[in-house]
């Protein structure tokens, strides 16, 4: 260490000595000219060089910890291993297991949560308990280890869900908002997680309605949707009976589309053809 503070010492003086000198010079020749400038930059090269042999930071061989590196969310979870948890059960009683859509890193990740047990109950009335506990779980604020990873949830009160109306395929359900009038990451959250807990149709689509008269949709939850989810959420053609009166005709549902008017779009009193 002493050897190194003197060889540092010496290089400060060497530089000190050297500025002296091209001042002296640059006196020498006047200020003025092309020479002289060349001679006043020279100088604060070694005035710079001076201080930063001074002061500067020093290499050493020895680790320097510097805190840990910044990193994104994690975005997982750790002790959600379905195989080897316990059965789920809530306050209601036995409970089933499902994957709830949350927001993390501006994409869809799925969480592993539990809800009642719709079993013992008629097929229609199943789907919407269901439907019911699932949009509870999306209404519900995250828990304190979700938050730490990063996982929030778009979906606000308020906000319900009920079975479909008289008229209505059985497979419909009805939200106490227009579907179309929710914040698309919200729309996106609602979609995905009632694709993949036993709500969604026969052909995969979760056909969604609101309070109005405007026809019922059949919403999908493509990979690119999860990775997207504020893009606009896509649909099929509407189901049959999106309107509110009963018998609606009824063909097999289309090619995916953008929701356009001839798909179920918002004019009052349209009537959808599945």
Not at 174 to 199: F, H, K
Request: proline share 12%; glycine share 14%; aromatic share 2%.
């Amino acid at each position: 260490m002493r050897d190194r503070a003197v060889r540092e010492r010496a290089v400060r003086e060497r530089a000190v000595r050297g500025v002296r000198g091209a001042v002296a010079r640059l006196r020498g020749r006047g200020a003025g000219g092309r020479g002289a400038r060349k001679g006043w930059a020279l100088a604060g090269l070694l005035v710079l060089g001076a201080v930063t042999a001074g002061c500067g930071i020093r290499t050493t061989s020895v680790p320097v910890d510097a805190g840990a590196a910044p990193s994104r969310l994690p975005c997982t979870l750790s002790g959600q291993d379905a195989s080897e948890a316990p059965a789920p059960t809530t306050s209601a009683g036995p409970a089933v297991p499902v994957r709830v859509y949350l927001v993390c890193a501006s994409a869809l990740e799925a969480v592993e949560r539990a809800v009642p047990s719709p079993s013992g109950r008629p097929a229609g009335e199943a789907r919407s308990a269901t439907a019911r506990a699932l949009l509870n779980q999306l209404l519900a604020r995250p828990s304190e280890q979700e938050r730490e990873a990063g996982f929030a949830s778009h979906v606000e009160p308020p906000l319900a869900v009920s079975a479909g109306r008289p008229g209505d395929p059985a497979e419909v359900l009805r939200l106490s908002r227009q579907p179309e009038d929710l914040p698309a990451t919200a729309l996106s959250q609602l979609v995905c997680t009632y694709a993949e807990n036993g709500v969604a149709a026969g052909d995969g689509t979760v056909v969604l309605g609101g309070p109005g008269d405007y026809p019922v949709r059949r919403y999908v939850c493509p990979a690119g949707q999860k990775e997207r989810p504020e893009s606009p959420v896509p649909t099929r053609s509407p189901a049959a009976g999106g309107g509110t009166g009963p018998g609606a005709p009824g063909s097999p549902p289309g090619p995916a589309d953008s929701g356009s008017p001839e798909a179920g779009g918002k004019e009052p009193g349209a009537t959808g053809t599945p």
